[in-house]
């Protein structure tokens, strides 16, 4: 499921506007991780981009929820990730607690943990991390949800993250379009558009 903060009238068009602009999570609806924020810079807003002209801590907040069942699951708890349910707030359980890790991610790396009672209830949390070169910043429960990212940039340079996880990226527009061609050729129209706009994505990582 993807998550779009969004004002006013909800229609199509508006919502994936606010994809393109970068203000969703995704998730599996029972962990939510909403008003993301690197210092002022809010996930989505004018271009998602913190802009520090030397290298310094940063404040990472959020309101984060998440439900979890009193009794743990260990028919779900117990698989591993390539069976599914893939995404399940129940495999990010501590033991047999009711809690779940929200991690700070950088760059596609865990950087820091904080844990929060899956209650239901919405619970403010913050990070300070140090950023020391441009990166992406980004809140996950590891594997019930995850944010869009805040890009840092350290005086005025790119993000150069990782090689890797570009190809990543790449490989699952391939995985997306292999599983998606099929339906889509029904609508001659619809078939090119998609078409086109997978392999701009292509194209861009």
């Not at 893939?86 to 865990?110: C, D, F, H, K, M």
């Not at 890009?151 to 993250?161: G, I, L, S």
Request: aromatic share 8%; glycine share 4%.
């Amino acid at each position: 499921r993807s998550y779009v903060k969004m004002d006013g009238v909800l229609d199509f068009d508006r919502w994936t506007e606010g994809i393109r602009q970068g203000k969703n999570y995704v998730g599996d609806g029972r962990s939510h991780l909403m008003d993301v924020k690197v210092d002022d810079c809010e996930m989505g807003v004018n271009g998602s981009e913190l802009k520090l002209s030397s290298g310094r801590t940063v404040h990472v907040s959020a309101k984060v929820a998440a439900l979890l069942d009193l009794t743990p699951d260990s028919k779900i708890k117990s698989r591993p990730y390539e069976e599914k349910p893939y995404w399940s707030v129940e495999r990010a359980r501590i033991a047999e607690s009711r809690t779940v890790p929200v991690e700070l991610i950088v760059n596609g790396q865990a950087v820091a943990r904080k844990t929060i009672i899956a209650d239901g209830t919405l619970k403010d949390i913050a990070f300070d991390t140090k950023i020391e070169r441009s990166s992406w910043v980004a809140l996950r429960i590891l594997p019930s949800s995850h944010t869009n990212p805040i890009f840092v940039t350290v005086d005025n340079k790119p993000v150069r993250a990782s090689r890797r996880s570009a190809e990543w990226c790449l490989k699952s527009v391939d995985q997306c379009w292999s599983q998606k061609e099929r339906f889509l050729k029904a609508s001659p129209a619809e078939f090119e558009f998609a078409k086109s706009a997978y392999q701009h994505a292509r194209e861009a990582y």
